[in-house]
């Protein structure tokens, strides 16, 4: 089963409007952090948001937050009003605390922002 | 320059040889790890390492080769390459003193295997 699941391979807002970018995750480690990069079509990662999974409130990071649904293992990105360097593509991620402390990805979110 | 750093940012080889992707970071991070980034498979995990001396396969190691004689270094070796390896690399690291926080990215490396 993978362990982190985009199901949006594109998304597109129009500038200055609110985006959900979804993504759920599998596990059954009781302690694992969620994480959402971006990258721009430089090409660099760019770490944004960190949820653990202990954290009784969502995470937030200037427009970005985390809405954190754990019964639902979801971990979705809210970006609001979008900006036109918002276009790029969102990597969600995690990592498990007893199971090596890899990162596992999902196949990533290809955000485009519409003047 | 404090940071990771992945040399080289390019490179273009020919099927069979050997190569070796530099990844360096200035933090004495203790994790380590090495992705690649394909189309439709976002990034898949070759190898990584908790410490110096210590390391651990992915979900794609075959054809691959790592060592960490250093903590700050971290490099990759394609033993002979083949065209299927023509990717994208990312070296990243991360501190285990901050339980599972943020890994930190190097620039990547674009392999071609001609």
């Known amino acids: 089963a993978q362990k982190i699941t985009q199901t949006q391979p594109g998304m597109f807002v129009q500038e200055k409007e609110a985006v959900t970018l979804d993504c759920t995750y599998d596990t059954s480690d009781p302690s694992y952090g969620l994480f959402w990069y971006k990258q721009p079509s430089s090409g660099e990662m760019i770490f944004l948001i960190y949820q653990g999974s202990y954290d009784q409130q969502n995470a937030t990071e200037g427009r970005y937050s985390l809405n954190f649904q754990k019964a639902r293992k979801s971990a979705n990105l809210v970006i609001s009003a979008s900006q036109l360097g918002d276009s790029a593509m969102y990597f969600c991620?995690?990592?498990?605390?007893?199971?090596?402390?890899?990162?596992?990805f999902g196949t990533g979110t290809s955000l485009t922002v519409i003047p | 320059d404090a940071g990771i750093t992945q040399s080289p940012r390019y490179k273009i080889t020919e099927t069979g040889r050997q190569v070796t992707l530099m990844c360096h970071q200035t933090w004495s991070h203790s994790y380590m790890f090495w992705y690649r980034q394909d189309l439709g498979h976002g990034l898949r995990l070759i190898y990584y390492?908790?410490?110096?001396?210590?390391?651990d396969k992915g979900e794609v190691p075959d054809g691959y080769v790592v060592s960490r004689s250093k903590t700050e270094n971290f490099p990759l070796t394609l033993e002979s390459a083949t065209r299927s390896q023509t990717s994208v690399y990312f070296c990243?690291?991360?501190?285990?003193?901050?339980?599972?926080?943020?890994?930190?990215f190097g620039q990547g490396t674009r392999l071609t295997v001609v």
């Open positions: 990243a690291s991360s501190e285990s003193s901050r339980g599972l926080r943020e890994a930190f």
């Open positions: 390492s908790a410490a110096a001396d210590i390391t």
């Open positions: 991620a995690m990592r498990e605390g007893n199971t090596g402390n890899q990162f596992y």
